[in-house]
């Protein structure tokens, strides 16, 4: 541990500790499984100490793909660098996302398709209910002429 006077002026003493995070997390950038950096904990080979929850608390490792990474991948932090595993899975969800994206499109444009039909068909039926109605209009007024033929006395109708 570190001098608390020293901390408190800025000075450093000795060496830092590296930043720690936790196993889980360890484990991902790693590019491992949790149990393999426990091992590497049980044997020195990786520098952690225990949390206030009896987790592990591990210095950042290296991805394990780091000695065979080509060149051009090792200016990026090796936080930003991905494991395999986590790289393929990311390109199915890329693949996975352009079907769906093409799905989308093909169900919008069947939507669309579907929404111009019901528009003719809202439109046939209304031309359907406008003949209808011209049509019960002149029967209206046939039948008021009739009535009135038949309301006329019948001494005119046989005058007539």
């Known amino acids: ?67 065979t990474e080509p060149a051009e991948n090792t200016s990026r932090p090796a936080a930003d660098r991905l494991a395999p595993d986590v790289e393929d899975a990311l390109a199915e969800l890329r693949e996975e996302v ?3 994206r093409e799905a989308l499109g093909r169900s919008e444009a069947g939507r669309e398709a579907a929404v111009a039909l019901a528009r003719k068909e809202g439109e046939l039926e209304a031309a359907k209910a406008q003949a209808e109605a011209a049509a019960l209009r002149e029967l209206v007024t046939e039948l008021k002429a009739a009535l009135v033929e038949a309301r006329r006395p019948w001494w005119r109708q046989w005058v007539r």
């Open 1 to 67: 541990m570190a001098d608390p006077a020293a901390e408190l002026t800025g000075q450093q003493t000795g060496p830092t500790e590296p930043p720690m995070i936790p196993l889980a997390e360890a484990a991902v950038l790693a590019g491992r499984h949790p149990e393999a950096l426990r091992s590497m904990i049980r044997r020195g080979q990786l520098i952690a100490r225990r949390d206030n929850r009896r987790g592990w608390l591990v210095a950042v490792p290296q991805p394990a793909e780091t000695a």
């Open 98 to 100: 352009a079907g769906l």
